[in-house]
């Protein structure tokens, strides 16, 4: 009678393994059945991130960031191509974009926007920008602006899904009188609005 009991509870054991399995496929499927936007321009992959004592960058705006975004930033979506920096310490995964004008009857590159998702906290940036950089909040997430003249740049770091999200804007001033660190912070937004909400 044991050996009958211990079968069954075997047995009442291995269906209920193959039950949660099940789900378990379920589950998995359904995760990754999310689809990335459907944009108009595909890119590779993110480069492989070496190991190291950060945790790797895992959002990646190159994929994650749609073409309405970045049209609505006032960018053209067709122009995305990779500005991924991979080095032995952090890593910063995303995208650059061009801004399109008419410049005399031809139609160039005025600007651009980068955007990366990093493993390097706003507060690294705090510190190493000292006094150049302001406080500021992007939509509700805390943010610092600084500037580069010599670059005609403008950047806003924010909390990120990694670290941080880093928006960097620049313009020609020989091509146009649109200004990059004019609109940083209202382009920094539509980014902001377009990110996981838990963060």
């Known amino acids: 009678?044991?050996?009958?009991?211990?079968?069954?509870?075997?047995?009442?054991?291995a269906i209920l393994s193959a039950g949660c399995t099940g789900r378990d496929s379920d589950r998995t499927v359904d995760a990754t059945s999310s689809t990335k936007p459907s944009n108009v321009?595909?890119?590779?992959s993110a480069p492989t991130q070496p190991r190291n004592s950060r945790s790797p960058v895992v959002f990646d705006p190159c994929t994650e960031i749609d073409d309405a975004t970045v049209t609505t930033a006032g960018f053209d979506p067709?122009?995305?191509?990779?500005?991924?920096?991979?080095?032995?310490?952090?890593?910063?995964i995303g995208c650059t974009f061009d801004r399109k004008q008419d410049v005399r009857g031809q139609t160039l590159s005025v600007g651009s926007l980068t955007v990366t998702s990093g493993n390097i906290p706003v507060d690294e940036f705090r510190t190493r920008e000292g006094s150049s950089a302001s406080e500021i909040k992007v939509n509700?997430?805390?943010?610092?602006?600084?500037?580069?003249p010599a670059e005609e740049a403008c950047?806003?770091?924010?909390?990120?899904?990694?670290?941080?999200?880093?928006?960097?804007?620049?313009?020609?001033?020989?091509?146009?009188?649109?200004?990059?660190?004019d609109h940083a912070q209202e382009i920094a937004e539509v980014i902001e609005s377009a990110l996981p909400r838990n963060k």
């Open 41 to 44: 321009v595909s890119v590779k």
């Open 1 to 13: 009678m044991k050996h009958i009991r211990t079968a069954l509870a075997l047995a009442s054991i």
């Open 140 to 148: 509700s997430r805390d943010a610092i602006t600084y500037r580069r």
């Open 78 to 92: 067709r122009t995305r191509e990779r500005a991924d920096q991979i080095h032995d310490n952090y890593a910063f």
């Open 155 to 181: 950047y806003v770091v924010m909390n990120g899904p990694d670290a941080s999200i880093n928006v960097r804007v620049d313009s020609s001033a020989a091509l146009t009188d649109w200004r990059a660190c």
